[in-house]
């Protein structure tokens, strides 16, 4: 059985904490003075009441949760996140349509970084604050946070970080999962926290520094700027945000192993050394190409190469420079980085470099299976054999990934969207990129897509952030019975 009162008592906690988050904007418009303010304590005034209003439904709630509760949880989390989110742009009238203002705010709270907006600047600044605001809440995820506040209602979190983390990760690094969550949310705000300083020392402003530094480390890609980081004409810039993207690709769990003294550890791990791989030879390749069919300088070709391919990897959608006037085949580059993704266990999306780590020493045994039939060849990585049963969940999530992506495309074609850019904002919805690809790419908006493309690529956004299974689930019958 679900238990729906401890749901509902959650949900209302979570909602409390998205009042606070509100009303945090809604000083930063009281300090310019702008017109947002309204907006936001209305939203707040609205969420704070439903909020107690799910405290009440749960009060007398078994202290208790199963693996079910925690699938529903973490699903119900980000919609409910979403549709109160949306409330200072609807209310506001910054953006007036229902539909435009969820998906708006599911891209915020997904991190993906995809936009309708055509007039960033125009916005003001406590409306920028709660776009950055999202991504970062959303980023490490909702999921970590309810794991961290949890404890106050008396249960446990594994079943939530179960439903949340259904990818291959890394070994405990402390007993209680709660500890680990907060030890991780550490990292997360000092890394953050390093990233402003740096920002203002390259000559960024002090709002827009904690603006990107929100938008960066959480891999979402929503910038105060229309030309995104490209605004800023700076090699500084450039590089200090590919660095942090670049680290905010890892698994936080390695890097609190790091951060612990296991420097080995973090140094031969497997999928750290793909990632690392990748982003090097997708560099190398896409900066060769564009110095020898352009006029710009080596140095300026790697940068900007550099820059393009952690954020794609990263599915943190930031861009110097609008990819599709470069030659097509780099474009084909730039969708593989974007579906491979980076590190599980990070705030990025698309299938993720440990399962392209598997996949591959799959088949390498295929290979060995053809000539050696009576082999006992086990699926290692990191000298830990993989069981059988995540290998055929890894399988199992990326056929569902593929097919998935190809029903999307059929339909996003079917509403009048065109193939190339059908391909680019399903992949980019799904993997959390942002940019797509054609008239939806990194110097345009999504604002023209019809208003059914915008809730499939919602859906999609959420079905990217919650890794497929949790959001199914939901969906079968199954999971509904009682037994």
């Known amino acids: 059985m679900i238990n729906s009162k401890m749901i509902f008592r959650i949900l209302g906690f979570l909602l409390l904490i998205e009042t606070a988050m509100l009303l945090c904007c809604g000083g930063v418009s009281l300090f310019y ?18 909020g107690v209003l799910l405290l009440a439904i749960g009060k007398d709630a078994v ?20 549709l109160f989110g949306m409330l200072p742009y609807y209310i506001g009238g910054y953006i ?5 203002a969820f998906f708006e705010t599911m891209s915020g709270f997904s991190s ?15 409306i920028l604050f709660w776009r950055a605001m999202t991504q970062w809440i959303g980023g490490l995820g909702i999921v970590f946070f309810t794991i961290a506040v949890l404890p106050i209602f008396g249960v446990g979190g594994i079943q939530v970080f179960a439903a949340e983390a259904s990818g291959p990760t890394h070994d405990k690094v402390h007993p209680r999962i709660g500890i680990t969550a907060k030890w991780i949310w550490g990292i997360y705000a000092g890394m953050t926290g390093t990233l402003i300083v740096l920002l203002v020392l390259g000559g960024m402003s002090v709002f827009d520094s904690i603006c990107h530094a929100f938008t960066t480390t959480s891999t979402g890609g929503f910038s105060t700027k229309q030309a995104s980081i490209e605004y800023y004409h700076s090699p500084y810039i ?8 670049f680290l905010s690709g890892i698994n936080f769990t390695l890097l609190l192993l790091m951060f612990n003294g296991k420097i080995k550890k973090f140094i031969h791990d497997a999928e750290l050394k793909f990632y690392f791989l990748c982003v090097s030879f997708f560099t190398i390749f896409i900066a060769v190409w564009l110095h020898q069919t352009s006029s710009i300088s080596i140095e300026e070709a790697f940068r900007k190469s550099l820059f393009q391919v952690i ?8 861009a110097t420079a609008d990819y599709m006037l470069w030659p097509s085949i780099l474009w084909g580059c730039l969708v593989i980085v974007m579906i491979i993704g980076a590190c599980a266990g990070s705030t990025t999306g698309g299938i993720k470099c440990i399962r392209m780590v598997i996949l591959l020493q799959v088949a390498k045994n295929e290979f060995k299976h053809i000539l050696h039939p009576n082999a006992v060849l086990p699926v290692r990585v990191n000298k830990q054999v993989i069981s059988p049963s995540i290998q055929s969940t890894v399988l199992a999530f990326t056929f569902l990934y593929a097919v998935i992506v190809i029903i999307s495309v059929l339909v996003m074609m079917g509403l009048g969207v065109g193939f190339l850019e059908s391909i680019g904002t399903v992949i980019s919805s799904i993997g959390n990129m942002g940019p797509g690809l054609g008239t939806c790419g990194p110097a345009f908006s999504w604002s023209e897509l019809p208003d059914a493309a915008k809730w499939l690529l919602s859906f999609l956004m959420l079905l990217g952030r919650l890794e497929l299974f949790t959001v199914l689930l939901l969906f079968t019958s199954g999971f509904w019975k009682k037994n």
């Open 311 to 318: 954020s794609l990897q990263t599915s943190t959608g930031f």
């Open 33 to 50: 003075k702008e017109n947002d303010l309204q907006s936001f304590l209305i939203s707040s005034a609205v969420t704070a009441c439903i």
């Open 112 to 126: 993906t970084g995809a936009t309708i907006l055509n007039n960033i600047e125009s916005m003001p600044h406590g």
């Open 96 to 100: 007036p349509s229902v539909t435009d």
């Open 238 to 245: 450039d590089y200090v945000i590919s660095t942090f993207m």
């Open 63 to 82: 202290n208790s949760l199963n693996r079910r509760d925690g699938y529903v949880i973490v699903s119900a989390a980000w919609v409910t996140f979403s």
